[in-house]
C-alpha cells in the first residue's frame, strides 16, 4: 500500500503532462540541388491541369505520397517556385497570406549547399502531372 501512496504522491507532483504538438509541418523540399550556380529553386510552376472538385483548389501534401495528411490547399493558377523532385511528386514552396509574393521566399539565389527549405513561405508536395512549367 505504501507503494502505491508514493506513486500517486509523485505522480501528482510531477503536473499535468506538457502539450503534443500535432502541427508536423511534412518533409521540407531540399533546395539548391542544382549547385551554387543556379537559383536555390530554379523554375516556377502554375497549379493547373486537374479536374477540381469542391471548389479550385489543389491539396497539398506532407510528404510526397497521395495518402500524406494533407496541410493546405492551394487556388487553382496559384504561382509556386519548383524545387526537389521526388517520382511523381513535385516539391513546392509558396507565399502564404496576402503580405506575401513570390519574391519573398529567398529561393531566387544560389545556395553553397542544397539543404530543407527553411524559408518564411509555405512549403509541400503536389502531384507534378497539376504543374505547368512558367519560367526555369
Do not use: H
Not at 45 to 66: H, L, M, N, T, W
Request: net charge negative; glycine share 10%; hydrophobic share 40%.
Amino acid at each position: 500500500m505504501k507503494l502505491i501512496t508514493a506513486i500517486l504522491a509523485m505522480s501528482l507532483q510531477s503536473g499535468p503532462p506538457a502539450p503534443v504538438d500535432n502541427q508536423y509541418e511534412g518533409r521540407a523540399p531540399i533546395v539548391g540541388l542544382e549547385g551554387p550556380s543556379s537559383d536555390a529553386c530554379p523554375g516556377i510552376g502554375r497549379i493547373s491541369g486537374f479536374e477540381a472538385r469542391k471548389g479550385d483548389f489543389i491539396r497539398v501534401r506532407i510528404d510526397a505520397d497521395e495518402y500524406a495528411p494533407t496541410k493546405d490547399k492551394i487556388d487553382l493558377s496559384t504561382l509556386v517556385w519548383l524545387c526537389e523532385a521526388d517520382k511523381d511528386w513535385q516539391g513546392i514552396v509558396y507565399p502564404i497570406g496576402e503580405n506575401q509574393d513570390l519574391g519573398d521566399c529567398r529561393v531566387s539565389s544560389a545556395l553553397p549547399v542544397a539543404e530543407p527549405y527553411d524559408g518564411p513561405c509555405q512549403f509541400g508536395w503536389v502531384p507534378a502531372k497539376y504543374i505547368d512549367l512558367v519560367a526555369g
